[in-house]
């Protein structure tokens, strides 16, 4: 069974940082994809970020020059250190992996619980 267990999220002040991190549990052979999606209150859930097995990365374009993925692939792990947070960033955020738990399955989507990030105006 996989799982993911996303921590960092916070009350932070307009201006300030904050890094999210998403750790996979449960046994997996491959993880490709592995991404942050945000939600915030009456709006539809939108992708933030995401970084690919290869590096590649992807940012939105509200988020570009202030945030940053990376993954350690030792640890399953994926981070997302935030920066000049703003109240437009308030949501919870949601980690989305795309892995396989042997290797004659296909790639599947998994998703955590979500951390709230909460910034004040």
């Known amino acids: 069974q996989v799982h993911l267990v996303e921590s960092g999220g916070d009350l932070v002040q307009p201006g300030g940082s904050l890094r999210l991190s998403c750790e996979v549990f449960?046994?997996?052979?491959?993880?490709?994809?592995m991404g942050w999606y945000r939600q915030a209150p009456g709006k539809e859930r939108e992708l933030v970020s995401r970084?690919?097995?290869?590096?590649?990365?992807y940012y939105a374009d509200s988020v570009k020059g202030r945030f940053t993925i990376s993954r350690d692939n030792t640890r399953n792990t994926v981070y997302l250190q935030m920066h000049s947070l703003n109240r437009e960033d308030t949501a919870r955020y949601y980690c989305?992996?795309?892995?396989?738990?042997?290797?004659?399955?296909?790639?599947?989507?998994?998703w955590g619980q979500g951390t709230q990030v909460t910034v004040p105006s």
């Open positions: 989305n992996v795309q892995a396989q738990t042997t290797r004659s399955t296909p790639l599947k989507t998994y």
């Open positions: 449960g046994i997996v052979v491959d993880i490709d994809a």
């Open positions: 970084i690919m097995n290869d590096g590649t990365t």
